[in-house]
Nanobody
Framework: QVQLVESGGGLVQAGGSLRLSCAAS????????MGWFRQAPGKEREFVAA????????YYANFVKGRFTISTENAKNTVYLQMNSLKPEDTAVYYC????????????????WGQGTQVTVSS
């Protein structure tokens, strides 16, 4: 199994920034890519961003518009989500997730999930 622990969430004013961290442990060799998802109250979970461990290829949801940046520190088995210019509509529980090797679709197929970290953006 791959264990994922998110941190870095909190309360921030609109226009502010937060950096989320996701520490991976366990059988991390089985992870090809890491993704960030979010779920707002009463809404469906949605894809935010993803990155591959090896090549560092990044993928973003259309709404990011350059505001969010996903990155990794491979030696620490950690993935980050730098969130700038935050908006109230970014308020959600943010989850990191692991995708096994061999998948073509970066927005789906994740098999391990963290517990989530709350991000609240006030207006």
């Amino acid at each position: 199994q791959v264990q994922l622990v998110e941190s870095g969430g909190g309360l921030v004013q609109a226009g502010g920034s937060l950096r989320l961290s996701c520490a991976a442990s366990g059988r991390t060799f089985s992870s090809y890519a890491m993704g960030w998802f979010r779920q707002a109250p009463g809404k469906e979970r949605e894809f935010v961003a993803a990155i591959t461990w090896r090549g560092g290829s990044t993928y973003y949801a259309n709404f990011v518009k350059g505001r969010f940046t996903i990155s990794t520190e491979n030696a620490k088995n950690t993935v980050y989500l730098q969130m700038n210019s935050l908006k109230p509509e970014d308020t959600a529980v943010y989850y990191c997730a692991s995708q096994p090797a061999g998948l073509k679709i970066i927005t789906g197929g994740y098999n391990y999930w963290g517990q989530g970290t709350q991000v609240t953006v006030s207006s």
